[in-house]
Each structure stands twice: as C-alpha cells, then as structure tokens.
C-alpha cells in the first residue's frame, strides 16, 4: 500500500506565501516570454474561501505556502482568459502572481506547463511499481504524487477501477490524481 501525503517532510510545517524566502515575481510586460517560463508551477492543496486562503505546494521544491487572496484577485484558465474560481479544485496545477508589497495574490492561472487529462476510466495501478497505465502509455507515481477525492486529501489505494479520474502530469511524471 502507497499513502501519499501533502506538504514538505522538511519544514513540518506550512507557511505563509510572502514570508517563504520564495521570490515569486510579478509579470511586466516588459518581460520575455522566455523569462515569464521560469515561474513555479503549484499545485492547490486547499481553497479556504471563508477565510480567503489559498495552500499551494511548490511542485519542484515541495514547499508548501499559503496566500492570502481578495476580491481583485484573477482567477484565469491555462490561455489568460478569466476563469471562474470553482474550477480551481485541489490537485489542479497553477502558477501564481503576488502583490511583492503584501504578498496577496494579485492572480492564480491553470499552467499551461502540466498536461491534464480530464474523464480518464482506461487505467490500471501498479502499485508495486508505482506506475499508472492510462490507455497505451506508462506514467511514474512519485512519491510527491498528491491523491485527491471530491478535494480532500487521498491514498492511491482509494482508488477503484469504477472512477473517473483526471490526471495532472509533467512528462511521465504524475503530479496529482483527482
């Protein structure tokens, strides 16, 4: 049995976004498109709308921050066109723009840096080797590999061949189950 849990096994803790050492940069327009590439890529852990928290895990450093997000916030799907907030689930993949002043999120857009693959039911587990088949092809589970259902926090082993999944991945890496 594989359990997969969220959040870094170093800090032991969260942390607020904008106290993190991490420099998430603001988008000028001025900017190349070579440079806005080397944002972070974030996978939501927990959308807190009562009190307005967002807890994200930096997909490459697995540290996990929280923002404090507002009304102004922009919520935009992976082609930079507003987006409803809902659609923004745990186990969904994002990159992130900050208030450098107050570390507030000034906008959260789906990354077009992961594939996502949306009504899967053509799969098979190998746990032993933590592989997922879907159709024809082979992707890696990683130890990092977060398991969601219905937004709360999964194991591999919660899943039946009866769900309908969507799959987050970069490469053959699988980066969230949901």
């Known amino acids: 049995m594989m359990n997969v849990a969220c959040g870094s096994s170093k800090a032991g803790k969260t942390v607020p ?68 907030w809902q659609s923004f689930t745990p186990g969904r993949a994002v990159e992130i723009v900050t208030d450098k002043n107050t570390g507030v999120l000034k906008s959260v857009k789906l990354t077009d840096k992961v594939w996502e693959q949306e009504d899967v039911t053509n799969f098979s587990l190998n746990v032993d080797e933590n592989m997922m088949t879907i159709g024809s092809t082979r992707y890696r589970i990683l130890p990092t590999t977060e398991v969601y259902s219905d937004s709360v926090l999964a194991t591999i082993s919660d899943i039946t061949d009866s769900d309908t999944l969507r799959v987050v991945g970069k490469d053959k890496d699988l980066i969230s189950i949901i």
């Open 17 to 84: 976004g904008y106290n993190t050492g991490v420099t998430v940069k603001a988008k000028d327009e001025d900017k190349s498109e070579e440079e806005e590439s080397d944002s972070p890529i974030f996978l939501i852990q927990l959308m807190d709308q009562e009190n307005e928290k967002l807890t994200l895990r930096n997909v490459e450093s697995d540290r996990v921050l929280r923002y404090s997000y507002t009304l102004m916030t922009q919520f935009k799907n992976r082609y930079g066109t507003n987006e409803s």
